[in-house]
Structures are given as C-alpha cells and as structure tokens.
C-alpha cells in the first residue's frame, strides 16, 4: 500500500499555536482525541492524526487559518464528512485540519434558475432535505451522506451520475480559499460560460491540493413526475453486464442503474433484512413522465429477459424505494459486519461501457481464485464499479493479495481505455496508477499548476502525487 | 477596441525560418498572401498577419513546429476555420500561425461507446456526414462549420447546447502539444474519472494560450427518434423572452430554442427568401420519442400562446428544417448584407435565465436609442443571445458606439449574475471584462496557470489577458 506512511512531522511552531488559539479560541483544539478523530476516513489506511484541528463557520475564518498556516509553511487539510474512501484526510504530514463540518448553512435556492448556492459542510442530504417542497432535487448521490465540498474535492459521482452527470457536470461556480489565503470566485450564475480558464472545473477533482472550497453552487433539477424503481436477478454477474451494456447502447434514459453481486446481496439481506434472492441484481430507477417511465421500464424488462434476467420486482411507494436505496449504500457496511474486525480495500475502476463485462468477468474469476472474501456493487450504466476486499488486518498477506488484485484490475482497466478511478479519486492509493494512467508529461503538467498555486506545497501533501 | 493593435514584431530569425523549411518544406510559407489570410477571423478587427504559417498534417508536425518556434520563443498560434468572432487568431505579436484544416481525418468512431476521435481540423459538419448512417450525432453546433480543434479552444456551444451542454460537456479526452513541443493525452474513454487534475477542462477554453490541440475525443449523441422543429412569432421580443424562461423553468427538454428579433428575421428572409413573418420569432426544435416530442411541443405552444405567440409553424421535413436552420446559421452574414461594407460587432453576453427579460429588454432599448443598425439573435434557452452591431469600419465614432453599447450590456449581465461570453471566449474583445468578471485574484490564478505552462509566452500571446 503505498505512500501510507505517515512522515513524523516536526512539532508544530509555537507561533502558529498560539495565532491560532488567539483567532479561533475554542475551535481550536490540540486535543489528543479530536486530532485522532480527524486522522482517519472510510479508508484502510491506518490513522494519520493532524497536529491540530480548527473548526471553521465561514470562508473567513478558513482564509485566515490557511494564511496563518502559510505563514509557518505548515500544512492544512479540509476535513467534511469524513467519508473518503481513499485516505485524503490523513495528516500523512502533519499540520492542521480544517474542519468544515459547522460550515453547514444553505445560503441560497434560486429555484427560478435551478440553483443552490450551500456552505462546503452542507451534505447532499441536508440539501435535499431543504430542496423537499421546491419541486426541485440534487442528484449526486456518492452513497455516503459527503458534504457537498468533500464532493467537490474529490469529483464524487454515484448512482444517479448515469442520468445526471458527476459533480463535474453539476459544480457551477465556487469560493476557493488559495494556498495564501486569498479568496476567489470561480464561474457566475449563467449556464454556460467560455470566458477564461475553467477554475472551477480545476478545483473540482483537485482533493484539496490546489485550495480549499468554502462554498459550491450547484445545479438543481426537476423533480421527475413519475419515479419507478425495480430489482431484477440475473443467473450470473455476466448476464446483468450483458444487460447493462444493451441499455445503455440503446440510449435508454436510465436514472440508476446498480449492480450488486450474490455476496453484495446476501450482505444487505443480512443487515437490512430485504429478502432479496441472493443472486446478482440490478437495482435500476427511472425517472420521466409516467408515460416516459413506463416506456423505459417496458424496453429494460424486454432486454433483461433476453439475457436471463428475472421479471422486475417493483418498488412502487417512495418508502419502499427508500429502503432499497438505503440497502444500497448500506452495502459497504453491511459487508464489513459479514467478517468482523475486517477493513476494506475498495476498487474504482471504469472503463468504457462497451468493454465493461470484459473487465468484471475477469475480475471476478481472478477475487474467486484468490479465496479472499469480496463482495462487487457498480454504477454499471456508467462503467464504473467497486470490488470490496474484506481483509483482516492483522495479516499483510491479505492486504498485499487485495493491493495486487486491485493493481491487476486497475491495469486491466487502463489497457480497455479506462481510468482507475471513477469517482473517488486519487487520495494516497491510487498515485502510481495515476502515472500509469495519465503518463509522465501529464503529471508534470499537473505538478507545475500545483507548484503555481501552491508554491509552499502546504495543501494536503503527500495526495494525488508525492 | 483594447488591446487590437498588433505590435510590430522583430523579423522572424533566420535560423528559425530555415529550420521551419528544412522540416516542412512547402507545407511553410511566408508568402505575403497566405499570412494575409492568416491574419484574420470574422471579428471586426483589422488583420494582423503572422510571419509565417506551417500546413500541419499530424500531431508530430505540430510538436515539431512549437518545438521550433520555442527554441527562437516566437509566438505560435494554432488556425483552424477562421470563424472565431473575438480576434483569436490575429498574431498580434506576429510569430508562426499552424494552420490545423488539413489534419482533417476522423480518427476513430467507437459506435458502441458513443465516442469519435477526431484529428483538430475536423469540422463538425464533416463528422456529422461521417455519422450520419452510425444512428449517432454530434451536436454541438456554433452555427459556423468550425473545427472541433477550435471549438475546444473556445469552449463552443451553439443551438444545441440547451439540450446537450457544450465542449465543456461533450469533450471527453484531447491531445495537446505543450509550449516546448511535447505531447499529451488528457483524458480516457472513460465516461467520468476522479483521476487527477480535470486537464481536459483545463483545456477546453484556455484558446490556444496553454497548449495546442492536436486531437479530440468527443461524446456523441443517439439520433433521436422523433424531430420536430417549429417557429413562433411573438408580437415583440420581450414577449418570445417571457415565453422562453417559463418553457425552461418548465423542465421542458427542449432541444433547440433561438430568439431572433424582427431585425434578423427581415436579414434572413432577404438572404434566403423564407417568408417568415417579420416579428420576433423563436425557432424550436424537439427530440424525443414521436409521443415525448409530441407531448412538448404541446406543452410549449400551450406556453407561447399565453404570452402573445402564434399558432407554431411546423418543419415537418429534414429538408424544410435543415433549410430553417441554414437560414438560422446564416443570420450574420445575412445581417452584414443589410449594409454593405459593414464589419458587426458582436456581443455575447448569458445570464440566469430569470434575469433574461431584464437583459434583454434593456438592451432592445439602448440599441433602438443608439441608431445604429443591429439585430439579435439568441440561445436563449441557456440565456445567450447575441447583439451584432453593424458598424461602418470608416467612421471611427460607430466603432465607439457599439463598444459602448457591448460595455453596458456586458456590466449589466455581470451585475445579473452573468458572464461577459456564453460561447465566443474573450480573444482580444473581453480582456477587460474578464478581469471584470472574474476579479483580480482569479486573473492573477490564470496568470499563474499560464505562467507554468507556458514560461515564454509563446502560445497565442496577447489574447484572454495581455
């Protein structure tokens, strides 16, 4: 696993400590306990605690601690939800961590142009939860209830991204803190836009390392008049592959479409009790007109019966439809309780959709043989999906079986023209595969807008590259 | 008109201007004539000839000539159809222009991920012929036959974009030439990646000022299955502007929406003998299935007759459409015709649709006040519309004028919420209004970005900032 190590870094500068406990006071906390809590996310990566953590209200105070940060050339890191899957948030070198999570507030719907404008630390949840009466919803749906920063930083995407695109498609504009504390604003309120550089798309996928998002403006989008959602099982992964790849190649509007294999299955009925048929599935949902939606369920179900899939099970009311996408993003966990005390390596492979069944079917003959427990869930309509190795981590050996699979996945993934991370960045795990992917030239380029931006390298070190 | 005036460069060295022949042979001349031609666009600019062009036909070429040129760090600028509006190809401190028309070969159509690559001097009507028996098309449509080498540069959209995003959206990977000559490829076959920095957007936009692209790898579309293309007259502009934001806020898929003033009307149906009432119109395209296209299209003439609108005129035929839209496509230079010997200044503002009216409406009465002879014509589903103001090029005072005229509508689209380009990029036109836009500390960002990659200035020197 590599780059995980954390450095030792040096003892945090007095003069730093004490500007910061003078401008933030109580929120700033050298605590033993806080800097734990803010050294670890979802991912296997042992903890890598900052040496302090400040918790921010506004973009003011994140500029102020990011210049009192640059002052001293110490570190900082943006700390959301603490959901990554790829250890972004660990202090790999000390410093400090800014936590956005007070930074909670929705500043504005602007419903007549489809807008949101939140605070970093408002979740997707919370947003919706606000959007309810509006007519109107945000689709990123990354499983995890990330804030809607943390998904800016890391490019997030998920179940509904087939349909409505990733938060590349869906950031419009954003405040950025600069690596000195500046503070700009990228993108207006228009649609569209070909004055300049694209800042904001710059930002969107830079995991912190380029500044740090304060605030994101979002697009919204219609709440569909009709929503259907529906369970079919396929004898095999290959069979819901199959299917998968027919509609998308017949431009069928699908709203999400997820895979889910028998061990995914057995795991959600385990800790959700659906009562599932312990087989591959497709959870799929569609979204349009209520003719519309009959329309595309009608074409689906036709091709699923043509590559063996069962008659639909529908989930008629949004309470049902409720509890299956819960099941859903209760995955993850649910397979982690299925081997207790084990952690996860997660794959993020996606490749392009046409050679999508090539790259699962060999994936899942290769974690068959290797007699480590797995289970694999996908965003398959866009060709992106995960395979979750449960490792014990007291045995290296189940961990550098896991890091190989995933090496050998990730390879094959690039060779079918794929990328190796579809939605949950680079993060400390995927840094050689990124050079692998993008080539050398292409991460020098990389690294001279980092060297430009963050001239003191104090943005998240040690992410992305090292 | 800031920053038109070329300075006078030094003579092209010698050593370039022979290594540049002992690599290209003929395909490099200085001919007076060919640099002429060169030297300029459709803006209203006076020419400014490079010193000599290269007729590139492979990315090698073009790495090879910024490779040349990098040594001697004269300027280069990459040329493709000449339609660009905002002087982006004026070598205004002269240097080499690559002229990219013959590297006109589709590279590749992958039918079965919706994906083409196509060499940079590709037009989007020639891939458009090449789909046309794939089921598939690419829609992104600035009206002009463009390449898509230089719609990546300038972040084109057009007629489509309402319905299908812009460059932005739909260029999925790009080859790139660097400032020193070497090659990268951003981007996979991917449909997203959280992998790294988003270079493909660094790119798309940055209008030959950060590199040169050489390739493009673009998404397209399934032909839908259903087309219908309609024209509604209102009794005045603001009438067809209402009638649009409350289609758009209506969710109505929409896939074309055009505003075109009485102005426009009367250009086009004396260039193309069409007959259309001359009142403002909206000329509206659906797609969809027979029934979806069916069901909006009502939808939308339900809308268009609450605000004043006709009974729709229908293009029942692919004839009589594509003869509606070539008139569409026609209305700047049908325009121009109306005066003969006048060059149009263009302006290209886009704001929130809710604040269209408002745009819209003021600027209907400036230019009405101002006497100049001008029409507009409009995406007015995204809240673009264009202004050309018809200048004679001889009387300096008309030159003023318009520009007065770009500059309050511009700083009122900013002040609404807009950009100062929904689709042209900035050239040499909007350099103020960037900064403008986007603040000092953004342009000093850009500026940091261009400084990295590109340490001499050699790229399309002169342009987005001076």
Redesign the interface.
């Known amino acids: 696993m590599p780059d995980a190590t954390p450095s030792t870094p040096a003892a945090l500068p007095a003069a730093l400590h004490d500007a910061l406990a003078a401008r933030f006071g109580a929120a700033f906390s050298t605590a033993r306990a806080v800097c734990e809590q803010h050294g670890r996310d979802e991912s296997p990566f042992d903890a890598a605690p900052p040496q302090g953590v400040v918790f921010c209200t506004s973009t003011a105070d994140v500029a102020d601690a990011v210049a009192l940060c640059a002052a001293h050339a110490v570190p900082v890191i943006a700390y959301g939800a603490g959901s990554s899957l790829e250890g972004h948030l660990l202090a790999v070198h000390g410093g400090i961590t800014l936590d956005l999570a007070r930074m909670n507030q929705v500043l504005d719907i602007?419903a007549?142009?489809?807008?949101a404008t939140v605070q970093a630390g408002v979740t997707r949840l919370q947003l919706n939860d606000e959007l309810r009466h509006s007519g109107l919803f945000f689709p990123i749906d990354p499983g995890a209830d990330a804030t809607l920063g943390g998904m800016s930083a890391?490019?997030?995407?998920g179940t509904n991204?087939v349909r409505y695109?990733?938060m590349?498609?869906n950031v419009l504009a954003l405040t950025v803190v600069?690596a000195d504390g500046?503070?700009?604003?990228?993108g207006?309120?228009?649609?569209?836009?070909?004055?300049?550089?694209?800042?904001t798309?710059?930002f969107?996928?830079?995991e912190g390392t380029?500044g740090i998002v304060t605030e994101v403006t979002v697009r919204l989008?219609?709440q569909p008049a009709a929503v259907a959602a529906a369970v079919c099982s396929f004898p095999d992964v290959a069979a819901a592959v199959d299917c998968t790849i027919a509609l998308i190649?017949a431009?069928i509007p699908i709203a999400r479409c997820e895979l889910m294999d028998a061990h995914a299955v057995r795991a959600v009925n385990a800790h959700d009790h659906l009562g599932l048929p312990e087989q591959p599935l497709l959870l799929m949902e569609f979204h349009g007109?209520a003719?519309?939606v009959r329309?595309q369920a009608q074409s689906v179900q036709a091709l699923a019966a043509e590559h063996g899939g069962s008659d639909f099970a529908w989930a008629d009311t949004p309470e049902e439809r409720s509890r299956l996408w819960k099941a859903r993003h209760h995955a993850y966990l649910s397979a982690l309780q299925t081997r207790p005390g084990c952690r996860c390596v997660t794959t993020?492979a996606?490749?392009?959709?046409?050679r999508l069944a090539e790259s699962i079917n060999a994936t899942v003959a290769e974690a068959d043989a290797s007699g480590l427990p797995y289970f694999i869930v996908g965003h398959v309509g866009?060709?992106?999906f995960h395979v979750g190795y449960l490792i014990d981590p007291t045995q290296p050996a189940e961990r550098e079986l896991a890091e190989a699979l995933n090496a050998q996945l990730v390879r094959r993934?690039?060779a079918l023209?794929?990328?190796?991370?579809?939605?949950?960045?680079?993060g400390l795990h995927?840094q050689q595969?990124?050079r692998e992917?993008?080539?050398d030239?292409?991460?020098e380029?990389?690294r001279?807008?980092k060297?430009?931006?963050d001239p003191l390298q104090i943005l998240n070190p040690g992410k992305?590259?090292v």
Chains 1, 2 share one sequence.
């Open positions: 602007a007549e142009d489809m807008l890391t490019r997030a995407s991204a695109g990733t590349r498609d600069l500046r503070v700009v604003r990228t207006t309120r228009a649609r569209k836009s070909s004055a300049g550089y694209d800042l798309r710059l969107v996928g830079s380029l989008h219609p190649q431009a007109s003719a519309g329309e993020d996606c490749v392009p959709i046409s866009d060709g992106n993934a690039l023209g794929g990328t190796c991370s579809g939605e949950h960045g680079v995927k595969f990124l992917e993008a080539g030239d292409a991460i380029l990389m001279a807008i060297q430009a931006l992305i590259f």
